[in-house]
């Protein structure tokens, strides 16, 4: 039995200085959850998208938002699993092989 792996995609609405030039994170999000249905179809997997600077009441999850914010990763941040696999422009290569490690096969 395959683990339904999370995703979480951190990030805000205003593009990160160091990232001009690329997608929001909002728009990242949104590209990963379809690329990941495409990759893995029948497959389910559950992806969030949180902004940093309003995140929800979960301690962990307010945790790791603080610390985009003060490190000053690029955003956006996004963990499978709770490890950090890319930050301000995320490889899908490294988010596919992070997948498959817990099981997840192409269709």
Known sequence: MRKEVEIQVY???QICASCVNLPS???TYEWLEAALARKYPNQTFIIRYIDIFNPPEEEVVKAF???VIEEDMF???VLVE???IGEGNP???MVYSE???YGY???
Request: cysteine-free; hydrophobic content about 35%; charged content about 35%.
């Open 11 to 13: 990030g805000t609405d």
């Open 25 to 27: 994170s909002k728009e």
């Open 65 to 67: 938002a603080a610390r």
């Open 75 to 77: 955003y956006p941040v």
């Open 82 to 84: 709770g490890a950090i």
């Open 91 to 93: 490889k899908l290569k």
């Open 99 to 101: 997948f498959e490690k």
């Open 105 to 107: 096969t192409a269709g």
